[in-house]
Every structure is written in structure tokens, then in C-alpha cells.
């Protein structure tokens, strides 16, 4: 019966064998991760709460846009028959109490009224018009007509900007009609204040 010696090993080749020992390093991979995909997250999220600011902005200003249809119909009511602008004559002087000047209002670069803009001009201004509120969808309307005219009194084509109308025509484009006259422009702005100080500003032009 014979028996297989036994192999003996040195030290140095155990030690030469021993499995490498975990340094940690997976561990920083890891964590590296998963700091990458928080702060993608933190971005993610901030991104869509924008979005949802930003379209809920747009929905509020289409919302102020109809809203001022509501504006110009009054200011319309104004000049139309019946309404308190309705002659001419009345139309040559100021009416504060129907927001109306018989001279053009300062404006700003973008053709705005200033009394629209700025509260104290407008308190300066003596109009007395009432605005249209909507209590329950957190609305306010409120409109301004001026005469596109550097002076107050008839209008004529020399201190006011005047439409010449295709009824005032008569046979070429050029001939007026007998009688037919030249309508001073008069300009309507209105501004419609909403939820979260959401303002929106409506400009509009009518020949009376």
C-alpha cells in the first residue's frame, strides 16, 4: 500500500495565493452614482415645476386676453347711440367719468397709455370710470378712450389722425361723396389685471 507524500508549501507561496483584500473602492463608485443620479433628479424635478409655472402663466394670459373683450364692449357701448360719447360735440372735451380724453394720452414705447401703466398716474389723471370686477375669478378691466387729437375742439385733419371711409366715397377713390366727411381715430386700451399680478394690455381703433 503506498501513500502519496504530502507537498509541503513555503510561507511566501500562501502568501502568494491569499485572495486581494477590499480596498473600498466599488463603495466610491457607488456612491459617486448615485450623488450623479440625485442631482440629476433635483434637476428633473425643477425643470418640470418651470414648465408647469410657465404654462400656467399662458393659461392665465389667453384668460386675460378674452377678458378684455370685456373692456372694449364697454368702451364701445361709450361712443355707440345712446351711449354717454355719442355726439360729437361731447366727444370735442374731456369726460373723465367715461375714462375718456379728448386729446392723446402720453404713451409709452409700445403705444400704452401711462395711466394705465402707473397707478399714481392714474389717480393724477381725474378718471373716475368704474372698472369691471370679477370678484370670484380675481379679474379687474379697466379701460381708457382717447382722441387721437393734439388738441381738444372739432377735430380736423391738421390736430387729429382721421380715417377717410369707403362710405365717404363716390365713384373713384379719390372723389368724396358729397357731404361725406373725415373721422377722427379714436384709440381704446384696456388693461386686465388677473391672478398671480397677471396683467394684460388690449389696444383697439374706432372711426366715429
Not at 35 to 52: E, K, N, Y
Not at 76 to 92: C, T, Y
Not at 120 to 129: F, R, Y
Request: aromatic residues 6%; hydrophobic residues 40%.
Amino acid at each position: 500500500m503506498f501513500s502519496q507524500p504530502c507537498r509541503l508549501t513555503s510561507p511566501s507561496a500562501r502568501q502568494r495565493y491569499k485572495p486581494a483584500s477590499q480596498r473600498g473602492v466599488i463603495v466610491l463608485f457607488t456612491m459617486i452614482a448615485v450623488v450623479l443620479l440625485l442631482i440629476g433628479s433635483v434637476a428633473l424635478v425643477r425643470s418640470f415645476d418651470t414648465a408647469q409655472t410657465l404654462a400656467g402663466n399662458m393659461a392665465f394670459k389667453r384668460d386675460l386676453m378674452n377678458q378684455a373683450e370685456r373692456g372694449i364692449a364697454r368702451a364701445l357701448a361709450s361712443v355707440s347711440p345712446a351711449g354717454a360719447l355719442e355726439f360729437d360735440s361731447v366727444r370735442q372735451a374731456d369726460s373723465t367719468a367715461d375714462n375718456y380724453s379728448a386729446t392723446t394720452l402720453p404713451s409709452n414705447s409700445h403705444g400704452i397709455p401711462s395711466i394705465l401703466i402707473d397707478e399714481a398716474a392714474w389717480q393724477a389723471s381725474g378718471m373716475t370710470g368704474t372698472d369691471i370686477v370679477d370678484g370670484s375669478a380675481g379679474i379687474q378691466i379697466r379701460y381708457v378712450i382717447d382722441r387721437m387729437c393734439s388738441a381738444g375742439g372739432m377735430s380736423t385733419a391738421a390736430n387729429c389722425a382721421i380715417s377717410s371711409l369707403n362710405i365717404d366715397k363716390n365713384g373713384t377713390n379719390w372723389v368724396r361723396r358729397a357731404g361725406g366727411g373725415m373721422l377722427p381715430v379714436y384709440r381704446i386700451s384696456v388693461r386686465v389685471t388677473g391672478p398671480r399680478n397677471t396683467q394684460t394690455y388690449v389696444q383697439s381703433t374706432v372711426s366715429k
